[in-house]
């Protein structure tokens, strides 16, 4: 009922029937797109490491001190993590935590 009333109403300003239920429904202008909101992640330490992180191996070029031996450094968005190769859990934090 409602589509037939945009019709007659598209007639009445001289749009043609198929325009009419393309102006009501498909309207690009008229949508709205609503992006997800980004997933945060709260790192602690002792922690494990489950993230998709990068690992840095030039650890002094990022003003990081140099990783024990059984450890490495991790960069997760803004954050660099030390993490226990073995364990996977994170010894220590530097930078944003988000």
């Known amino acids: 009922m409602k589509i037939s009333a945009y019709i007659v109403m598209a ?3 001289g749009l043609p029937a198929p ?3 393309l102006a009501k ?4 202008v008229a ?3 609503v992006s997800q909101p ?3 992640t709260s790192w602690k330490k002792g922690g494990k490491y489950k993230g998709s992180g990068k690992k840095i191996t030039d650890y002094r070029q990022q003003n990081l001190p ?3 031996t059984g450890y490495h450094w991790v960069k997760d968005g803004k954050t660099y993590l030390l993490i226990d190769s073995g364990k996977g859990t994170i010894s220590s934090i530097k ?4």
């Open 31 to 33: 949508k709205t797109t």
């Open 25 to 28: 429904d498909q309207n690009p």
């Open 19 to 21: 325009q009419a239920a």
């Open 95 to 98: 930078g944003t935590t988000r």
């Open 66 to 68: 140099a990783p024990a």
């Open 38 to 40: 980004q997933k945060t």
């Open 11 to 13: 007639a009445a300003i």
